[in-house]
């Protein structure tokens, strides 16, 4: 696990807000070269004027983790938000040149092995439906 840390703000007529956030990257050494990559993106939400953002930003949800609503962005990433945080779980096929959307017919720079995509699809299956947000509490919109 390798885990980086940003900086950044949000503002608009209401105010702005600093935040940090954290990148977790799961995947064998070097990232993403011999196995599937998944990165799970944390912003904490550290105040009501975040909240009250991501509220006015959210499309219809059309998918659950952690019996929370969320969003399967249908291109390798998963978004959910609590009223703690805002999470992006993504993940990347070995040497992918950047295309989230990539099917199991798709080339990659090196050929995976028969069934690796298949399995890839599996195991990202098992991180969503293992993955806990601590606390577990929904985003409230007003």
Sequence with gaps: VQQDMGEGSEGGPE?????????NTF??????????????YVVPMVNDL???WSCENRP???ATIAGLPAWDLE???WLLDTNAAHFQIGYVYPNDRGNLARSGSDPTATPMPSGFYERGQQEIQTILASF?????TP???K
């Design 75 to 77: 291109n390798g990433a």
């Design 15 to 23: 105010g702005s807000v600093s935040f940090k956030d954290y990148t």
């Design 50 to 52: 975040m909240r009250h």
């Design 27 to 40: 995947g064998g050494p070097p990232r993403g070269t011999n196995s599937i990559t998944v990165q799970v």
């Design 139 to 141: 985003l409230v919109c």
């Design 60 to 62: 219809p949800t059309n």
């Design 132 to 136: 806990t947000p601590t606390p577990a």
